[in-house]
């Protein structure tokens, strides 16, 4: 039943990821310039529901495609760099207590996003990397 619906829920988690991304990346933003609508509770709720939705669909295409973390590789790294990339923007968004912690915070974060495409991309645990093979 759900394979009959692969592309419909592969094309709502790179639709979320595209949000959530860009919504990141606008916040991070806001929050450099210390503008407290970055953590506007309006922000925050679309941020929760886009990736509510996103993490819903990885769960279904995982179920699908029969490729699990601690199994395959490739989504074992794009797990790790998943809890790498909240903790990250955790601190761009809330935590970090300077604004230099921020912004590396906040680059840290961008770049772990950027790797995190890489691997989901190739499929392979070394991201874009593996593209100079």
Do not use: E
């Not at 922000?43 to 529901?49: A, E, K, N, V, Y």
């Amino acid at each position: 039943m759900l394979a009959a619906h692969f592309l419909a829920i592969r094309a709502v988690h790179v639709i979320c990821v595209a949000l959530s991304g860009s919504l990141f990346c606008v916040r991070g933003i806001l929050r450099l310039q210390a503008l407290p609508v970055a953590n506007h509770r309006l922000f925050r709720l679309i941020s929760q529901s886009i990736d509510a939705l996103l993490l819903t669909a990885a769960v279904l295409l995982t179920l699908i495609v029969h490729q699990y973390p601690l199994v395959n590789a490739w989504l074992t790294v794009k797990l790790a760099l998943l809890i790498v990339y909240i903790v990250l923007g955790s601190f761009a968004l809330r935590y970090a207590r300077t604004d230099r912690g921020r912004a590396l915070a906040f680059i840290g974060a961008l770049a772990t996003f950027g790797a995190i495409v890489g691997v989901a991309l190739t499929r392979s645990p070394y991201g874009w990397l593996s593209l100079l093979r």
